[in-house]
Structure formats: structure tokens, C-alpha cells
């Protein structure tokens, strides 16, 4: 510590780094306990530094460029929806200014212009990544979107396919034109009804990612970002022989349009498929006006994951089939239908009317008595 004019000065290194302080014009003992306690907050890394000051639209824009380097181009287009949806709220106003309290705010403002709480949810889990990219960037001490929890979600339906509902589904798609041509839509469906795949994955498939001998398709760029081998069997195995056994060289995807274009969409020949085979619902919401369930394209995949779910597999080896990272992400696409709770709850009429009595037998068969 040394004087400066009539201000004392801390000026040290820790771990590489330079530290420096003023204390004022105090007296040089006043200055040495300030200066004590300002060395061990640093060796013990407690000391609260002054964080850069940025405002929400200057940060976004350096968030999203970020973003474009290490995010899928589907990830970086969702994060820009959700900041143009943040942007009118937190425009011109300093990220170290956000609190628990205006993000809640945001919440309840989006809810009454009559967006869906699975949107708005979409919006803070952008913010909270936001936030927690300030606080790696040194902007901010700490998150504050940490303390603020996302809408818990009402599930439409648990729509998993029947027997029944699958021919009727399938006999559809067999029958619907597609745009463009192509005459693929019975056989995409089959297929992510019977590998688990998602809808991107398959748009994307490659036929130099299916080894039929090996019996196994190659997912290269998934959800998550990580690589996996989808195992196929007999019926998946069919399909993909039929699709590589078709006399086309302009496209390299497995799925592609009569002119080998890429798909890219579903067209509205799935849609009217799923209308024509009864998979929809209507529900009277709260304002009393009617919505329209339909079975989506998704809905095959929890198809998928539970039926191998009710086969009893282990839940390590459907996660690693479907690409889920945890148990609870897998656990979302299992779903018991009726019937199997229905023959599940069944078994209980195969139980003892006295299991204490039974156990008594039991025991005295082994030579065992109750004295």
C-alpha cells in the first residue's frame, strides 16, 4: 500500500492478476484494514466486482452472434422469435436492472396479450440462457431469471396410436397425393412409427446413413447435437430397402420430392390423412370456444417410445434408441395406453383374498409355526 497524493492505495497480484484500490483521504490504519479485507475477499474469491454496464438490445445482438457460432440454425431462429418477443419489455433498459420481479411482469403481460404459457415459457428459458451467458461473460454477479419458474404446462392428450388407429392412419397416407410428388408419406409415417426418429431427422436422412446389412440408420445431426445409431427392425428394415431400391440419382436423401428435392414440410396430405382417419378431437376451452386436437406428426414418436415402454425394455435402452439425454426427458414419452393399465390392474384379481393367511400356509409348509 503506498500514498498518492492524500489517498492510500492497495496495489497487488493474485494468481496473474493486478488489483488495484483507492481508499480516500482516510488515515493509514483505516486504509490497512480495508485493505486486509479487501486481500482476502480476493484470495478467497468473495469480493463483489463492478460488472460492465449493457443495455438488453446491445446484449442480445452479441448473445446472438454468439449463437450463430455454437447453436443449430433451428435453435438461433427460435432464440431470435423469443428476444423480439423480450425486446418490447426490456428495450432500453440495462441487463443489470432485470429482476425477478420485471420478468414475472413479462409473464403475466404475455399471458394477457393471449399467447400460450408453452410460449411464454419458450421466452424466459431464452432470457435465462441470456442471463446466464451475462453472468460467464462478467455483466452479471448472478442470474435472476435462477428464481423465476416457467408455467407448469397442462398436457393436451397422451395421443398414442392404437392397432386400429395405425391401419386406418396408414390406408390414409396410401391414398393422399403429395405436393411435388414422390409418393413418400405412407412410408415417412411407418418409418417414425417404427424407428422413434424425429420429423427433422428423417427430412434429413441421408441414404449413405442407412447400412441395412448392419441393420442400424446413422442420426448425424440431432436435437441435441449428438450423433446416435437408431437399430432398425424387420418393418423399418422394408421400408428402407424399398426406398433405396428406387431408380433415382438426383437426390441423396432417403425422403425427397419427385424432382429429388429434400423435403423440407409436411405437406397438407398428412393432415387431411389424420382428419380422413378420425385422429382428432374437439375441446371446449374456457372462453368456451371450440379447439381442434389433432394427432401430430410428433405423436409417432411417443407412439414409439411407448410401446417399447409397455414391452418392458429398459428405460437406459429406450433412451439411447430415441436420443433422450435423462430419464426424466424419456419419461415423457412413455405412456401406458388404457388397455395396458387396464390388464396391469387386472393381475390383482390373481392375488390371495388373505395374503396374511397365505403367508401363514407358507411358512408352515417350510416347517415353520407361529407358536
Not at 460467464?136 to 392428450?157: C, S
Not at 408419406?185 to 427430412?203: C, N, P
Request: aromatic share 8%; hydrophobic share 35%.
Amino acid at each position: 500500500m503506498y500514498l498518492r497524493g492524500k489517498q492510500w492505495i492497495t496495489d497487488f497480484c493474485f494468481e496473474g492478476e493486478r488489483h488495484i484500490k483507492s481508499w480516500g483521504e482516510i488515515n493509514k490504519s483505516a486504509a490497512q484494514a480495508k485493505e486486509h479485507k479487501f486481500k482476502t475477499e480476493i484470495r478467497e474469491g468473495t469480493h463483489l466486482r463492478k460488472n460492465k454496464q449493457i443495455k438488453f438490445e446491445a446484449f442480445a445482438e452479441k448473445y446472438l452472434e454468439n449463437a450463430v457460432t455454437h447453436k443449430k440454425a433451428s435453435s438461433v431462429l427460435r432464440n431470435k422469435t423469443s428476444i423480439n418477443a423480450l425486446l418490447p419489455h426490456f428495450n432500453g433498459k440495462l441487463i443489470q436492472k432485470i429482476d425477478p420481479l420485471s420478468i414475472e411482469r413479462f409473464k403475466i403481460f404475455r399471458l394477457k396479450e393471449g399467447r400460450a404459457p408453452a410460449t411464454v415459457n419458450r421466452e424466459i428459458e431464452t432470457l435465462k440462457n441470456m442471463l446466464k451467458i451475462a453472468v460467464d461473460w462478467d455483466y452479471l454477479q448472478k442470474n435472476p431469471a435462477d428464481k423465476v419458474n416457467k408455467f407448469t404446462l397442462k398436457n393436451e392428450r397422451d395421443w398414442i396410436l392404437s392397432l386400429e388407429d395405425e391401419k386406418r392412419l396408414l390406408e390414409e397416407c396410401s391414398k393422399r397425393p403429395q405436393r411435388k410428388g414422390g409418393e413418400y408419406l405412407q412410408d415417412l409415417v411407418k418409418l417414425a412409427l417404427y424407428t422413434g426418429m424425429r420429423q427433422g431427422e428423417l427430412f434429413n436422412l441421408k441414404k449413405q446413413d442407412v447400412f441395412l446389412n448392419e441393420q442400424y440408420v446413422f442420426v448425424s445431426d440431432s436435437k441435441n447435437g449428438e450423433s446416435r445409431r437408431v437399430p432398425l427392425c424387420d418393418t423399418a428394415l422394408e421400408i428402407l430397402n424399398r426406398r433405396l431400391s428406387i431408380e433415382d440419382t438426383k437426390s441423396e436423401c432417403v425422403f425427397h420430392t419427385k424432382a429429388g428435392h429434400q423435403i423440407k414440410e409436411l405437406t397438407n396430405a398428412f393432415w387431411r390423412a389424420v382428419t380422413n382417419a378420425g385422429l382428432e378431437q374437439w375441446e371446449t376451452a374456457k372462453d368456451g370456444k371450440k379447439k381442434r386436437i389433432r394427432f401430430r406428426f410428433h405423436d409417432l414418436r411417443h407412439t414409439f417410445g411407448s410401446r417399447l415402454g409397455m414391452m418392458n425394455f429398459h428405460s437406459k435402452t429406450i433412451m439411447q434408441i430415441m436420443g433422450h439425454k435423462t430419464q426424466t426427458a424419456a419419461a415423457r414419452y412413455q405412456h401406458p395406453t388404457q388397455e395396458h393399465k387396464l390388464n396391469a390392474v387386472k393381475g390383482l384379481d390373481q392375488v390371495p383374498q388373505n395374503p396374511h393367511k397365505q403367508h401363514e400356509n407358507n411358512l408352515e409348509y417350510k416347517g415353520i409355526s407361529y407358536g
